[in-house]
């Protein structure tokens, strides 16, 4: 329905909510003619159960404590009889759907729907009908059913309205009735009143007292204002005595008004029936006083179809628009699903198309820190979590830099080397092997640190990668275990190489000595202008044993006194070389582990998952993958069953409101 259709229903909704009542109209009147075809598709919308798919449709609620007298205001507008008995006569949601007949004054027609089934019927059987329907839904015995019973009634008469009559209310359970028969009726009644499409017509009986009804309970609980509750007061000639203090104080607060009735006694027929209840109503000394815009089953007709008209205006241009908006709703998740494969060349396209999407989510949360398909997920934010990996290994390879400087230590490491390592060569050279000793030592120590951090990286990698391709192929959950397998071997591959690198820098570490960065010579000339106070601390005995170097803080070398002065300056010299290069070690280390993980990051976007993933699930190992793609998943299937059940239904809706527009345009012209 285009938006000049649902134009059309809110200009025809206006016109029915301005039309007036009259209360001391006939039972029917011509105001039916302008409401049946609206009511007809709200009507057909109920029958095609719409409401499954959360619209809900105006309706005229029926409720009452058990006696309360609801079949008897039912039978008199309906012009039939219903089931009557001891306990709840009222099993099912029973909606009565009448409508008027003026070309056939002498042949009714009635009929049930349930369970798909439409069951003729006539006036002298419709009881039984409705009995032999209510123990085939709801079983044998004095259970109760929350699926609903129609009855149609097409007759001379009757008022156009749709009503759900839903059973009596009652406390205690009798012999044969489930010991919660109260909160299961509860349950029904709350379900049909709560929605604010719902009109609420409560039953109460003249002879209790309002306030105590457990009908007006529950319906204030859900229209605590009363603007949706209609009133109708049962069996007024049975307590006429404060009946007009009653209905005229409100101490309930229906919103919509009362209607007082009288019962129908024995025998009497319909007819018979109105004429007493209007010369009660005119002659009784007490309900005289009342109203007679507030008597009378007539009354309560014309209040019954007016309300109706009213919320019907009210809604449904509302239905309409939910009805719109369900449907493009439900085709665009429709049209997002994979479509059915059917063959092995589909079902390539497919997983071709699979792999596809999953590069290019890699590659955006991967390499480019684009995040807006994981916006809230902070552990898919890749690049900035790998950033943080990085930074922590920085920091855990500076803290190997840390010297103790109080220890009485500085300088002896040096030593204990340029001892072990002496040789007949000039003693004022730095022996490279000393110094390559030193070297390694601190590589040594700062060794599993790399290798921890790739373990770490590819860990998280490949948490990452199963979640990206898991998410793209949730439609083909057969594949899962495949595709699963195939991020785990191509992440082991990588991270075996890359553990290969790391050791292999390591190594190169540890091999020789050699940098071209002038950082190296800058820092080493800045730490040796601390060797002038460094010698004369050594030479006089009068100066303080600590001494600040920048870089190490104040260091003791009091213990340095007692070697002798060349071991002592090869050392210092040696120590601020080993600290000037190590910083360009770890700058060295970090640097290239940081590119060495970018590269390989691309390395597994841009090529290896690709040729990994079609190995994996074209291997006749793992049971041909592409052809499983063939078999549908069973909540996939579910699934798509659903949405085109509701796309036919929310179709058929449509159909419906248009068709009835159609018609009123015709009979308008």
């Not at 109209?25 to 719409?50: M, Q």
């Amino acid at each position: 329905m285009d938006e000049n259709e649902e134009k059309k229903v809110d200009s025809l909704a206006r016109k029915l909510s301005g039309v007036s009542c009259d209360a001391h109209a006939p039972l029917v009147s011509s105001y039916n003619d302008r409401i049946r075809p609206l009511l007809d598709a709200v009507d057909e919308l109920r029958r095609l159960k719409v409401m499954q798919e959360g619209i809900q449709l105006p309706t005229i609620v029926v409720v009452g404590d058990q006696s309360s007298g609801k079949s008897s205001v039912l039978e008199s507008l309906a012009g039939i009889s219903l089931p009557r008995g001891q306990g709840i006569c009222t099993r099912v949601p029973l909606i009565m759907r009448l409508q008027n007949l003026p070309d056939q004054p002498l042949q009714p027609e009635l009929h049930l729907e349930f369970h798909g089934k439409t069951i003729p019927t006539d006036e002298a059987h419709v009881s039984e009908a409705i009995n032999l329907a209510t123990d085939e839904i709801a079983g044998d015995g004095k259970g109760i059913s929350q699926t609903p019973l129609t009855l149609v009634v097409k007759k001379n008469g009757v008022p156009d309205l749709t009503m759900v009559d839903l059973p009596g209310i009652t406390r205690v359970p009798v012999h044969g009735q489930p010991q919660d028969i109260y909160e299961q009726i509860s349950n029904i009644i709350m379900e049909y009143i709560k929605p604010e499409e719902s009109i609420i017509l409560n039953v109460l009986s003249a002879t209790v007292d309002f306030p105590t009804c457990e009908s007006i309970r529950m319906s204030q609980q859900v229209d605590k204002t009363g603007q949706r509750t209609l009133a109708v007061v049962t069996k007024a000639d049975k307590a006429p005595e404060g009946l007009f203090e009653k209905v005229t104080s409100d101490d309930v607060n229906i919103g919509l008004g009362y209607v007082c009735v009288r019962n129908r006694i024995g025998e009497e027929s319909y007819n018979e029936a109105r004429m007493e209840e209007a010369r009660l109503f005119e002659a009784h000394p007490l309900l005289a006083r009342i109203d007679k815009s507030m008597v009378g089953i007539p009354v309560l007709a014309q209040r019954l179809v007016h309300v109706q008209a009213m919320i019907i205006s009210k809604c449904l241009p509302d239905i309409v628009k939910k009805i719109n908006d369900k449907l493009s709703a439900n085709l665009s998740e429709l049209n997002r699903m994979p479509r059915h494969i059917c063959s092995v060349a589909e079902a390539m396209t497919a997983y071709v198309q699979v792999v596809g999407l999953s590069k290019e989510s890699l590659k955006k949360i991967l390499m480019r820190g684009e995040f807006d398909e994981y916006p809230d997920d902070k552990e898919m934010h890749c690049t900035a979590r790998l950033a943080e990996l990085l930074n922590d290994y920085s920091e855990q390879l500076q803290k190997s830099t840390v010297v103790d400087g109080t220890d009485g230590n500085f300088l002896m490491e040096e030593i204990k080397v340029l001892e072990e390592t002496k040789a007949m060569w000039l003693p004022n050279f730095v022996p490279r092997s000393a110094f390559l000793a030193v070297l390694q030592r601190k590589v040594n120590k700062i060794s599993d640190t790399p290798v921890e951090l790739i373990a770490k990286v590819w860990i998280y990698i490949e948490k990452v990668v199963t979640e990206v391709l898991m998410h793209h192929c949730e439609n083909y959950p057969q594949l899962h275990s495949s595709t699963r397998r195939a991020a785990q071997s191509l992440v082991a591959k990588m991270k075996d190489k890359s553990t290969e690198r790391v050791l292999e820098m390591v190594e190169m570490e540890k091999l020789t000595d050699y940098t071209c960065d002038p950082d190296y010579m800058t820092l080493w000339s800045k730490l040796m202008e601390n060797n002038n106070a460094f010698t004369e601390i050594m030479n006089d005995y009068s100066e303080p044993t600590t001494m600040p170097i920048e870089g190490f803080g104040e260091i003791e070398v009091g213990h340095l006194r007692a070697f002798p002065k060349d071991i002592r300056d090869q050392a210092f010299d040696m120590k601020m070389r080993i600290t000037a290069y190590w910083k360009i070690v770890l700058k060295r280390l970090v640097d290239s582990m940081a590119l060495h993980l970018l590269f390989s990051v691309r390395n597994l976007v841009g090529k290896d998952m690709e040729v990994e993933m079609v190995s994996e699930v074209m291997s006749p190992d793992h049971g041909g993958g592409i052809e499983r793609m063939l078999e549908e998943s069973p909540s996939v299937a579910k699934k798509r069953e659903r949405l085109q059940k509701s796309v036919k239904l929310l179709k058929d809706s449509q159909n419906v409101i248009a068709l009835i527009m159609d018609k009123i345009a015709i009979n308008a012209d």
